[in-house]
């Protein structure tokens, strides 16, 4: 059982290791106005958990220009462990949004974040992780694709939990991504896949209904499936036992970053060792925080308040 198999891991050092993607946010409002943030999945979750109390580290590559700088002195200042943090020659990797474009429709410029590698550190955080995090991002690009299949295969060796974000994009890919026909192969060591229903239908194909993606993730014997489904909520398999959360409605003003805050929340009551239906509420109370802001990163208390519902209101 996955919480049998964390409980193991206690006397670990680390909490939490994410291999993946940091970069800058551009988002353009309605009139024109410009803002840049603070952007990239793996990122975001890191100080998510930071802000709630707990330890996180981060693998990922980053440009040594302004914007790279940015981002490592936003990650210090959280308290993030950047020693495997890479940086290169290269600009710092960007993602540009339209604020109020309702599904959002991203367009990428890549150079520097899929320019990872594989240290002395990393090895080091795996075999005193309780926690190993990456998403697809990696995975679609060398040397990062690489770099990642070995920290994989570490990890798995080193008895960590595994959780996969795969966030699925068509416009990531290239010639030297993995392929979706492999990656259900990957998906045999993962514990926690977080699918939503598009990145079901890029795995499995489209036109199937979300018991029939659930039958397939469940095949792969992954032992828990968080399969979102936006304003409906999320439908979870926890092995083999199914059940839908469904979400509060709330106002959404940009959807950037609720499943990074979502991840957050369920990593946090994870490693509370709470039971798994109210580690699902409290993720889904923190993952529909950043809706109501622009940017991805959550306005966050300490996981200690928002386990007081009469502390805390967000």
């Not at 700088?69 to 339209?98: D, P, W």
């Not at 990696?138 to 920290?151: D, G």
């Not at 200690?304 to 967000?314: A, F, T, Y």
Request: proline share 5%; glycine share 8%.
């Amino acid at each position: 059982m996955l919480l049998q198999k964390l409980d193991a891991l206690t006397t670990r050092t680390h909490d939490l290791l994410l291999l993946g993607e940091t970069l800058v946010d551009i988002n353009t409002k309605p009139s024109g106005e410009v803002r840049k943030s603070f952007g990239g999945s793996c990122a975001n979750i890191a100080i998510n958990c930071r802000r709630l109390g707990f330890e996180a580290n981060l693998c990922a590559a980053l440009g040594n220009d302004k914007e790279g700088k940015f981002l490592l002195k936003t990650m210090q200042r959280h308290g993030i462990n950047t020693s495997c943090v890479n940086t290169v020659e290269a600009r710092t990797s960007e993602v540009y949004l339209r604020t109020g474009q309702l599904p959002p429709k991203p367009r990428f410029l890549r150079q520097a974040d899929y320019q990872i590698t594989y240290t002395h550190e990393l090895k080091t955080l795996i075999q005193n992780s309780k926690i190993f995090h990456f998403s697809y991002w990696p995975l679609t690009k060398e040397p990062a694709k690489s770099v990642l299949l070995k920290a994989l295969k570490d990890a798995v060796d080193a008895n960590l939990v595994i959780a996969f974000d795969p966030n699925i994009h068509p416009d990531l890919l290239s010639d030297e991504s993995l392929m979706l026909d492999d990656l259900t192969g990957l998906l045999e060591s993962v514990d926690i896949v977080k699918p939503s229903l598009d990145d079901a239908a890029r795995l499995f194909g489209s036109g199937l209904s979300k018991s029939n993606y659930m039958d397939r993730f469940e095949a792969l014997g992954i032992p828990i499936v968080l399969m979102t489904m936006g304003s409906e909520g999320v439908y979870v398999s926890h092995h083999g036992r199914r059940v839908h959360v469904p979400t509060k409605p709330v106002e959404i003003i940009d959807p950037t970053g609720a499943g990074d805050a979502f991840w957050a929340g369920f990593y946090a009551g994870l490693l509370q060792n709470l039971p798994l239906e109210h580690v699902l509420k409290h993720a889904q109370r923190i993952g529909a925080t950043p809706v109501g802001q622009i940017g991805a990163l959550a306005k966050l208390p300490h996981f200690s308040r928002i386990m007081n519902e009469k502390d805390w209101h967000g």
